[in-house]
């Protein structure tokens, strides 16, 4: 009978470091490669919907820089994050000009919104103001929404440095029938 003890006594310790390890697994898991966010508002729209929630990865920009496309969390103040894209990287000049995003002099392609781009125009607006050119400082990032004329973003609050930024955003998990892998550039 005291060996029924025992055993029960070393299969409770092993319940128990198991489940501290799953705890200490998730912590370092959420601390330092992945991170749940929740989209609050439409300036990402049509890309990304409020209330939609994604996965970002955190730990994809400690070996590599962000890229052009990318979508990103950064911090926007102290209790705030924000999702935006990546426009304009370090060193590069950036310049709207007739609803056309231009990247060092040059017509960059944005195929996530062209077609709310033609809608925006056959109601008669504009999508994007005309701006800058503005240089992108060194170790920061050019970001802007989708939804042009509805977001706070790179035009109004300056470029981002890279501490700032969480992670990319890659997966729209939830809702359900919203699932997909989001890819930089799209």
Do not use: C
């Amino acid at each position: 009978m005291v060996e029924g003890r025992g055993g029960l006594w070393r299969e409770s310790k092993e319940w128990l470091r198991a489940f501290i390890l799953a705890i200490v697994l998730f912590i370092l898991i959420r601390t330092f490669l992945f991170a749940p966010f929740i989209v609050d508002g439409e300036s990402m729209a049509p890309t990304l919907h409020s209330g939609e929630r994604l996965i970002v990865t955190k730990a994809v920009y400690l070996w590599g820089e962000p890229k052009r496309g990318d979508i990103v969390v950064f911090h926007a103040t102290q209790t705030r994050d924000y999702i935006k894209r990546v426009i304009g990287l370090p060193g590069d000049t950036v310049e709207v000009r007739d609803d056309r995003l231009y990247i060092n002099g040059k017509e960059v392609a944005e195929p996530y919104l062209e077609e709310y781009r033609r809608k925006t125009h056959q109601a008669g607006l504009v999508l994007t103001e005309d701006f800058g050119p503005q240089q992108v400082p060194e170790g920061s990032y050019f970001v802007m929404g989708d939804n042009r004329r509805n977001s706070q973003d790179s035009r109004m609050i300056g470029a981002i440095p890279k501490e700032q930024i969480v992670g990319r955003a890659d997966v729209v998990f939830w809702p359900l029938p919203s699932f997909r892998i989001l890819k930089g550039g799209e």
